[in-house]
């Protein structure tokens, strides 16, 4: 079985930043895609970012210039450098994988509050 372990968020004040990260355990042999989505109250859920195994990004139009996605592949490892935060990113944030050869995984998810 595979788990997607999420960690770093918290409660900030408008402007500052958070480091969120997503550890997958398990019997892998790769991950294809791995991304961040979130969810804020009554909103569905959105694709902030995603990263390909070979380093390919893709941003939000929200969090362009904000926000940076990485990963380290020898670690099965996703991380968000979130950067400049505001209210508007509160959210309930999700990692997801598509974990070879199993399929696509999520995380249980982690709170960010940004208050203003």
């Known amino acids: 079985q595979v788990q997607l372990a999420e960690s770093g968020g918290g409660l900030v004040q408008a402007g500052g930043s958070l480091r969120l990260s997503c550890a997958a355990s398990g019997i892998i042999f790769g991950i294809k895609l791995m991304g961040w989505y979130r969810q804020a109250p009554g909103k569905q859920r959105e694709l902030v970012a995603s990263?390909?195994?070979?380093?390919?990004?893709n941003y939000a139009d929200s969090v362009k210039g904000r926000f940076t996605i990485s990963r380290d592949n020898a670690k099965n490892t996703v991380y968000m450098q979130m950067n400049s935060l505001t209210p508007e990113d509160t959210a309930v944030y999700y990692c997801?994988?598509?974990?070879?050869?199993?399929?696509?995984?999520w995380g249980q998810g982690t709170q960010v509050t940004v208050s203003s």
């Open positions: 990263i390909t195994s070979d380093g390919s990004t």
């Open positions: 997801n994988g598509f974990v070879l050869p199993h399929g696509e995984y």
